[in-house]
């Protein structure tokens, strides 16, 4: 009999797909040296047995304890690295004033890179030890500060898209913190997309480059249009915000004529490796072009009821076809787990659908549409982050990377708690959906390598 790397015995939820959940009770998944998922055997299978019995006698057993679930790693589709130091102050400004007066000025900080290698090592870590196995990183504008990112996320074995932003437009940004030229911002965005190739990653590379135009407004059309050619050819994943605020919203249509969606489109950045983070004010003819494109959302419920002042139209996307995950938007959002960004995006869902004014008849206060359920909250946390991303993560399944973390019930001081006398496996996954925290992640695999 053939024998993995690493076997572990397990029960364990994924969702195989939008609003339906999977519960694998007592299952054995055997995973191979790239990391790889092989199989996932239920207890029945003819193999089960001896595939155990043969991990145990080679010490590649990893037996979770009955209080543990198996969940897939948890997906974060738009983090601002640089602005780590700033999580948690700073949000009594709209997004125009909050860049100029706070987030610029910090994100300059990084081209000191004894700070920023201080500051990435902290952040990298504290997301895993969140459950966060896969992040996407806007960096800086600072060439070699993006490096010290990527080198951080491979150091600790963090599965990551990391981008040095661009931002060359002399009206918008300050003269203390954008590139240089817009010859500048394409030469170096060009190379860190091959630095980061070169870096010793093997055939199946955790870390990969990201082209990051900010947004629009700090961009010129000729850097936009440059950025779309260098993603035409290098194939690469193109990140930014998209349709975030009133004011950006306005900007672009009174510069362009048109939607950011639209715009982004014209400048060839709209592709099936696209992520938008936000895309509030999206129309449906929006959505419409990203479903036809391929492009995906970062779903950012706690930032926008800062900066957006609208709830994201979640339902209508998805009706769309347009793939959307979920991000934390480090730091226009104040928390760093996606367990959080999963139950703010099911609020939001429920004000959406319910509305927020009272005076109103209940069939006028809100958009009518279906809220969030637990299923499929979980699902944008794992599987649909990873459908965005076009990588085969966030399920238990063959051919999928082994991304996966350890959530542990009736732990000291937490909320996750299970009665087996009176809570099914399914009563349990929803517990975790809205309690599970910090504490009650033991382990963190990525790639099949434990990384706590």
Wanted: aromatic share 8%.
């Amino acid at each position: 009999m053939h024998f993995p790397s690493l076997v572990v015995k397990a029960s364990g939820v994924h969702a195989p797909e939008q609003g339906r959940i999977e519960i694998l009770e007592n299952c054995a998944i055997a995973v191979d040296e790239t990391g790889t998922i092989e199989q996932v055997l239920h207890p029945t299978h003819s193999d089960h047995d001896a595939l155990i019995e043969g991990a145990e006698q080679r010490k590649i057993l990893h037996r979770l304890d009955k209080n543990d679930v198996l969940i897939p790693g948890l997906v974060d589709l738009h983090i601002h690295a640089p602005q780590w130091p700033q999580l948690g102050k700073a949000l009594d400004a709209p997004l125009e004033d909050w860049l100029q007066k706070y987030t610029f000025p910090l994100e300059a900080k990084f081209a000191d890179h004894d700070y920023a290698r201080t500051i990435y090592d902290d952040l990298v870590r504290t997301l895993l030890a969140h459950g966060t196995t896969t992040a996407v990183y806007f960096g800086s504008v600072d060439f070699q500060a993006n490096v010290i990112l990527a080198e951080a996320c491979l150091r600790h074995g963090q599965r990551a898209l990391v981008g040095k932003v661009a931002m060359d437009h002399k009206g918008q940004c300050p003269d203390y913190y954008r590139d240089a030229s817009t010859e500048t911002a394409l030469e170096e965005s060009r190379r860190f997309v091959e630095k980061i190739s070169t870096m010793r990653q093997g055939s199946n590379p955790l870390v990969l480059p990201a082209i990051t135009p900010r947004f629009i407004p700090s961009c010129t059309d000729e850097l936009l249009h440059g950025l779309g050619a260098l993603a035409a050819q290098t194939g690469c994943h193109v990140q930014s915000h998209c349709s975030e605020s009133d004011w950006e919203v306005s900007h672009v249509r009174s510069r362009l004529g048109k939607s950011d969606t639209e715009a982004f489109d014209d400048f060839g950045l709209l592709t099936n490796r696209t992520i938008l983070a936000h895309s509030n004010f999206i129309s449906e003819q929006d959505m419409a072009l990203m479903a036809q494109r391929g492009a995906a959302v970062a779903h950012c419920p706690l930032s926008n009821a800062y900066f957006a002042n609208a709830v994201f139209p979640l339902r209508k996307a998805l009706s769309h076809g347009v793939d959307v995950g979920l991000g934390t938007d480090i730091a226009g959002g104040f928390s760093p787990s996606i367990f959080d960004t999963a139950r703010y995006a099911l609020m939001a869902s429920r004000h959406a659908c319910c509305g927020t004014a009272p005076d109103r008849l209940q069939s006028a206060r809100g958009s009518g549409e279906t809220p969030l359920t637990t299923a499929e909250t979980f699902w944008l946390a794992t599987t649909a982050g990873g459908r965005a991303l076009s990588l085969p993560i966030g399920l238990f399944k063959p051919g999928y990377a082994f991304d996966a973390i350890c959530v542990r019930s009736n732990t000291t001081g937490s909320g996750f708690r299970q009665d087996p006398d009176v809570d099914t496996l399914t009563d349990v996954f929803e517990k975790l959906v809205l309690t599970a925290d910090r504490s009650c992640i033991s382990d963190v695999w990525v790639n099949g390598k434990r990384r706590t």
